[in-house]
């Protein structure tokens, strides 16, 4: 007769039969464990999971993307990066160090780059090197220096600057530099930052301080009014505080700002201050303030009807 499959006796059989029964019960005792432990580490992963957006300005004017960095700030390949660039501005090659820079700070916030990145956006601009923006115009009959900067979207000064001027006076037929810039502003409340923009990517990035509070208001605003050496009207009294006097808070530049949708905020503007303490924190009534040498460079820079936009 054929020997049947399990050949020990009905008692052992039982008792086998057992063990199999426990030990099936406790695999699968510790596969539910272990799907509830893989689920629940999952879910936390997700609700952990920070930010791919680093703390930059909005994405669409800004030169730094939100989108998760291929590169971490002050990370070895940033500071690789920003190594080589210094070594391509100490061997006069300018050009070379801005295209570098840009590459990285679009990439990623690393704050050495970014900070030398303006610094060479600045001698190129001031140089009589090229960059992207920078032309020869020949000087025409009827041209003047507020013409040919209106012209060309920018300001008198950085005309003058460029092309080594001391005075207004041109010449009929003579060549000079002109720079067609396409320059707005972005402020952050939240890192008191102020972002130069040149064709929607960072040109240089200042630190300002921003009204107490969150007094200073996160719109759209636009550059109504320049003045050097302003005049302060005291809120208080209304009294009409001159330059030089100590109460007198605006510093060495005053650019007024406005909101075409918002009409009623008024007063507001970007200025210096003597107060170097007060830069990187809220400490204005409003108003954006700037150390006096960093206000003189961007007011300079920038032309009446500049976009001015704050960010909170």
């Given at each position: 007769?054929?020997?049947?499959?399990?050949?020990?006796?009905?008692?052992?059989?039982?008792?086998?039969?057992?063990?199999?029964?426990?030990?099936?019960?406790?695999?699968?005792?510790?596969?539910?464990?272990?799907?509830?432990?893989?689920?629940?580490?999952?879910?936390?992963?997700?609700?952990?999971t920070p930010e791919t957006a680093p703390p930059s300005l909005a994405p669409a004017p800004s030169a730094l993307s939100p989108a998760t960095p291929?590169?971490?700030?002050?990370?070895?390949?940033?500071?690789?990066?920003?190594?080589?660039?210094?070594?391509?501005?100490?061997?006069?090659?300018?050009?070379?160090?801005?295209?570098?820079?840009?590459?990285?700070?679009?990439?990623?916030?690393?704050?050495?780059?970014?900070?030398?990145?303006?610094?060479?956006?600045?001698?190129?601009?001031?140089?009589?090197?090229?960059?992207?923006?920078?032309?020869?115009?020949?000087?025409?009959?009827?041209?003047?220096?507020?013409?040919?900067?209106?012209?060309?979207?920018t300001t008198v000064e950085l005309l003058k600057t460029m092309n080594g001027m001391q005075t207004d006076t041109i010449r009929l037929n003579d060549?000079?530099?002109?720079?067609?810039?396409?320059?707005?502003?972005?402020?952050?409340?939240?890192?008191n930052e102020l972002d130069l923009l040149n064709g929607g990517k960072l040109f240089k990035r200042y630190k300002v301080g921003t009204g107490k509070?969150?007094?200073?208001?996160?719109?759209?605003?636009?550059?109504?009014?320049?003045?050097?050496?302003?005049?302060?009207?005291?809120?208080?009294?209304?009294?009409?505080?001159?330059?030089?006097?100590?109460?007198?808070?605006?510093?060495?530049?005053?650019?007024?700002?406005?909101?075409?949708?918002?009409?009623?905020?008024?007063?507001?503007?970007?200025?210096?201050?003597?107060?170097?303490?007060?830069?990187?924190?809220?400490?204005?009534?409003?108003?954006?303030?700037?150390?006096?040498?960093?206000?003189?460079?961007?007011?300079?820079?920038?032309?009446?009807?500049?976009?001015?936009?704050?960010?909170?």
């Amino acid at each position: 007769m054929a020997k049947p499959i399990y050949a020990g006796s009905y008692q052992n059989r039982g008792r086998n039969r057992g063990k199999v029964v426990f030990i099936v019960i406790v695999l699968a005792q510790l596969a539910a464990v272990g799907a509830y432990l893989y689920f629940k580490s999952d879910k936390k992963a997700d609700s952990e999971t920070p930010e791919t957006a680093p703390p930059s300005l909005a994405p669409a004017p800004s030169a730094l993307s939100p989108a998760t960095p291929s590169v971490p700030a002050n990370s070895p390949a940033a500071q690789a990066a920003v190594s080589d660039a210094r070594a391509a501005i100490d061997a006069g090659q300018l050009t070379q160090a801005q295209a570098a820079l840009s590459q990285v700070v679009a990439t990623n916030p690393d704050p050495d780059a970014i900070k030398l990145l303006g610094d060479v956006n600045m001698k190129l601009l001031k140089s009589s090197l090229m960059m992207p923006g920078k032309q020869y115009y020949v000087i025409q009959s009827g041209d003047y220096l507020q013409k040919i900067a209106k012209k060309f979207n920018t300001t008198v000064e950085l005309l003058k600057t460029m092309n080594g001027m001391q005075t207004d006076t041109i010449r009929l037929n003579d060549r000079m530099l002109v720079f067609n810039s396409d320059f707005s502003i972005r402020v952050s409340k939240e890192r008191n930052e102020l972002d130069l923009l040149n064709g929607g990517k960072l040109f240089k990035r200042y630190k300002v301080g921003t009204g107490k509070f969150g007094k200073t208001p996160a719109v759209q605003f636009s550059i109504i009014d320049k003045i050097i050496e302003p005049p302060w009207t005291r809120p208080s009294d209304n009294k009409q505080i001159e330059y030089g006097d100590p109460e007198n808070v605006l510093g060495s530049r005053w650019m007024a700002i406005k909101s075409t949708d918002h009409p009623e905020l008024t007063g507001f503007g970007i200025h210096g201050t003597w107060e170097r303490d007060s830069i990187g924190k809220q400490s204005s009534a409003g108003c954006i303030r700037m150390l006096n040498e960093d206000v003189e460079e961007l007011f300079d820079l920038v032309p009446r009807k500049t976009t001015v936009i704050i960010d909170e």
